[in-house]
């Protein structure tokens, strides 16, 4: 063991020995053991029994306020024009924020550290963020309004597609009340996306990265698992629609594992969807695109090759920020064993009484009158002590 330099018995810092964690794996660390999975199911669970609890509590003041006559709002009435209402838009996209909460309580229930869930620094690393929302917004924008135009003007468009029916973006036709809609989108729409991330290529890949002992498994097995859950999550979908979400949680899954957290991730879902709510509203289609089931072949095509493009800009923008890709070594006390008493020379005798040659005669080395191979020998001085009082000579 390496001698470490400081007070005997000093605590000292030490980095620890565990292999570096990257995003997929960094709740598999050194207090990794079998059963703390189970911990972050469980804590998913108990966010489901309150959420479920919430709901049956309300039912519970529905039926006493109609015996009582006071009106509350009925789930059971509730018809999508509802939905794509401003208060509808609201609950729905707070009620889908809430990945970020749950995500980071079960984190934190199986590893007590939530903010792994964030990045591989346990911390939300906004340069990265904003600077991708913003690099993503300038991507998006052309690119999907030019393929627009382009299906629209080949005439492969769906019939809900902005322009379809003159391949042209002007004029806007917007929804009655859009400035109300618009300011509902703009404030929760980056919350909805954030949660939905959070749940998917947060805490449901850095779940199941925990079972698996090796890298490649791990990075590939929860990308392709949350990809494919997160498809069916948006409901009945044609095939072409499935295969749009599927590529789009497969490269937020590669853009989360490359930059070491959701940074990115969140800021290229958070500018497809403002993106994708902007034109809805624009030209009045909030309803078709929230209820949306399929989409053109082009229209397909077009959005995956558009986020392809997105993904591999959003990657190299990244890489020049070098951003933290595995979980830092912790640094912790290291107690130090006392150091062995020193133990000094004994003081040489006076040079009247040590010498039995006169210094003027005596051979040096290196001289000479002797070789420096073979160095005079030097003599060994006994000092004796007195012993000391109640001490055997």
Known sequence: MPEVPGAPGAPVLAASSSAPREYPQALRGPWFRWWRPLLGLVAIAGCLVVFFGA??????LLVVGQLAGVDLPDPSSLTDAWFVSPSGLLVTNLGLALGIPVAMVATWAQARRGGLVSSVLGRVRWRLLLGGLGVSLLLLVPLT????????SLGLAGDAAPGADDASLWPLTPAAGWVALALVILLTTPLQAAG???FFRGWMSQWIGSL??????AVVVPAVVSAVLFAMAHGAQSPWLFADR???GLVASLLVWRTGGLEVA???HAANNLLAFGLAIAYDGLADSLLITEVAPAEGAASISTTLVTTAVLLWWAHRRRPALVVPEPVEMVETAPMSPTYQAAPAAPASTSASVPAATAPMAGTASGPASDP???EKTVVEREPAKGETA
């Open 55 to 60: 709901m049956l509590l309300y039912l519970l």
């Open 145 to 152: 309004l030019g393929s627009s135009i382009l299906v629209s």
């Open 266 to 268: 969140v800021a290229l």
């Open 376 to 378: 005079a020998p030097m």
């Open 196 to 198: 939905e991330e959070y």
């Open 212 to 217: 698996l002992r090796w890298r490649w498994l």
């Open 246 to 248: 599927l590529v789009f």
